[in-house]
């Protein structure tokens, strides 16, 4: 895919730029050296949670590594665009889950918004990083695990704010498809 070979491109550039080893990188980050190589080669669209360790590590934001272009003030999606990015499954990574940006062009930005799609049977991995996230369930049924032992099931219009330090997850339940709004932000 075009957007993983961008994304790949673009982490080795930074990398490359501060003159970093792969093995460098995975000791910054906490991302496996193997994981690096495969995401550099486009063989693997990396997880949030993966690319803001990384983008961490290389001293950028993580929209840094999905932004193509500049664009004024206001930044507007829409939703027939999303709707179309969706059904042509754009982007599922290993773990079943695409996330969409949703302020590509607006490199001053502050927070990172996306729409998150999750496939019914996408896969449980936790995650945590700096800063904080606000997710909004839009569709079907999201589970959040947070820390050791706060499981919640949040439903459409169901919001959760939370520090992104602590370990995290979502995925979709009921074995239906889910889709949530989240928009992640990390103190520079």
Known sequence: ????????????????KLE??????????????????????GEVLPALGVLTKLSRALGQRLG????????????????VDL????????????LGYASQSLAVGK??????PFRIEFAADGVNESSSH?????I?????????????EFATTLK???????????????RALGGKPASIYGIVFIPS
């Not at 957007?3 to 930074?14: A, L, N, P, W, Y």
């Not at 700096?130 to 606000?134: D, F, M, T, V, Y």
């Open 1 to 16: 895919m075009a957007h993983e070979t961008k994304v790949g491109r673009r982490i080795r550039s930074f990398r490359e």
């Open 20 to 41: 970093m080893s792969v093995e460098a990188l995975s000791q910054s980050s906490g991302i496996a050296a193997s994981v690096i190589n495969s995401i550099e080669e």
């Open 64 to 79: 840094t590594f999905m932004d193509d272009q500049f664009k004024p003030d206001p930044i507007i999606t829409r939703s």
């Open 83 to 94: 709707e179309a990015a969706k059904v042509a499954g754009e982007g599922m990574n290993d």
């Open 107 to 112: 490199p001053d930005r502050h927070m990172d």
């Open 130 to 134: 700096e800063g904080e996230e606000l």
């Open 136 to 148: 909004i369930c839009i569709a079907g049924e999201i589970e959040l695990k947070y820390g050791k």
């Open 156 to 170: 459409p219009g169901d919001t959760a704010y939370y520090n992104a330090v602590v370990s995290h997850s979502l």
